[in-house]
């Protein structure tokens, strides 16, 4: 068993706003982060974008501070600061100086219970405009940039909650009125619906004083019933999207629907995925990068999402003159071998190993081990996750990854976005469900 012990201590607000305190006081700084439970999947069709919309005005100014200033005040105390938002939740973080803790608390609650009095038509059409040039540079004039839309588009079906991207669609905001995006943030900010979390140089007493003293007048809000989605199964045939048009290279992205996050499942898959692909000597580095040089570079990863379905990819940018097809179907043979061999030892102990580095690096950082502290605190009621997730990981056999695989990484069940370099014509963009297995011939919107 593994040592880790990070402390943690929890109050509710009678408002609801769950408090956790990390007490560390390696340096005299304090990360502050909250997760409030609102993200793209909580929208409802032709709303989109809302959420996002919303991290872009929580910075336009409330009812005690001015526009920009937020950010300028914390700054000054050199602070960091920022916010993003994703498919599960919205997260606005800081990491200030002991001293300025109080300051972050006071900018944070204005804005968390007093925003609306900011939210003008004049900072609504302002905000609309900079996702709209967002959006331009960081989806539709990158190579590459929209594909995870498609993937997300592919992978789910178009009632899923996950079937559309966190920006959202421009229409939509185009067509918001100040009142639909009043309504938006009065059905889903409020302290009952938000987690936040404290770790550094701070006591849980005096973080809970804090906590109490800014947002404990905050009233609770009344939070709408949803059921979470029922867990989606894999597909039952391939299904291809190809996109043709002004990129580097061919490059290939392969999907499988997942179990949700922390399952024993979805942590197998996530070792498969890794084994398959996501690390610098998974298989298929050793067959197509340096084995016949036929892709100049390929990796894997998977997404833990909790509304019916997680999400794993891997991806693999074509060599210059090499086939996409027989790389589509070397991949697929590589996923097969996995499904009928498992790992094998050595493969195991590099992938365990691996991730346990990369959780015990991400933790030593106050920023990030509060943001893991909020993620499962919000999203699956569990913040000692942190302290349990290394020992889970290397519960993971061999046997429970090959398991996982053939239940969810079945190649007959992919999703194949294919971006290859060409003019564009009238016949791209195909989007194809398969009737048979083609293996005969396959990190958030920040503000």
């Known amino acids: 068993m593994t040592a880790i012990s990070y402390p943690l201590a929890e109050r509710t607000l009678a408002n609801g706003l769950r408090v956790i305190v990390s007490e560390d006081h390696t340096v005299p700084n304090v990360a502050v982060n909250l997760w409030v ?78 925003l609306l009095d900011a939210v003008t038509q004049e900072n609504l059409d302002n905000q609309r405009d900079v996702v709209k040039e967002e959006k331009r540079q960081r989806y539709d004039n990158v190579p590459y940039g929209s594909a995870l839309i ?68 905050l009233p609770a809000i009344e939070l709408r019933s949803r059921d979470r989605q029922p867990q989606l199964p894999p597909l039952s045939e391939p299904v291809h999207l190809d996109r043709v048009g002004d990129v580097p290279n061919d490059r290939l992205y392969i999907s499988f629907r997942l179990p949700v996050d922390t399952t024993p499942d979805y942590l197998a898959c996530q070792v498969a995925i890794d084994v398959i692909g996501g690390l610098a000597s998974s298989r298929l580095v050793r067959r197509l990068v340096r084995g016949d040089e036929s892709a100049v570079a390929v990796g894997g990863w998977t997404m833990g999402l909790v509304d ?44 365990i190993a691996d991730t346990e580095r990369s959780w015990l690096s991400a933790l030593a950082s106050l920023e990030e081990r509060a943001d ?44 194949v976005v ?17 009737t048979g297995d083609r293996t005969e011939k396959d990190p958030e919107e920040a503000a």
């Open 37 to 114: 439970g609102v993200g793209s999947r909580h929208e409802t069709p032709g709303r989109t974008g809302f959420a996002h919309l919303f991290e872009h005005l929580m910075f336009q100014g409330s009812r005690n501070v001015a526009s920009g200033e937020h950010f300028s005040a914390l700054m000054d105390e050199g602070a960091r600061l920022n916010a993003t938002t994703w498919f599960d939740r919205t997260n606005y973080f800081e990491t200030v100086p002991t001293g300025a803790l109080e300051l972050a608390l006071w900018l944070e609650a204005d804005r968390h219970g007093h």
């Open 418 to 434: 294919r971006y290859l370099a060409g003019p564009t014509t009238e016949a791209d963009d195909q989007h194809t469900a398969d």
């Open 150 to 217: 498609d993937i997300y588009a592919t992978v789910f079906p178009e009632d899923h909650p996950y079937h559309h991207p966190t920006i959202g669609s421009m229409e939509d905001l185009d067509a918001a009125t100040l009142e639909d995006v009043h309504e938006f943030y009065r059905a889903h900010y409020g302290p009952n619906n938000t987690v936040l979390t404290l770790v550094g140089d701070v006591t849980p007493e005096q973080g809970f004083a804090a906590a109490e003293k800014y947002f404990g007048p």
């Open 308 to 351: 019916g379905s997680g999400l794993a990819t891997l991806t693999v940018d074509v060599a210059a003159g090499a086939d996409v097809d027989e790389i589509e179907a070397a991949v697929c043979e590589e996923i097969q071998r996995f499904l009928d061999d498992g790992p094998d030892a050595a493969e195991l102990e590099s992938v």
């Open 372 to 415: 893991h502290i909020s993620h499962h605190a919000l999203l699956t009621g569990d913040p000692g996750y942190v302290n349990s997730f290394v020992d889970r990981i290397r519960d993971v056999s061999a046997e429970q990854a090959r398991a996982a695989a053939q239940a969810w990484l079945d190649p007959r069940s992919r999703v």
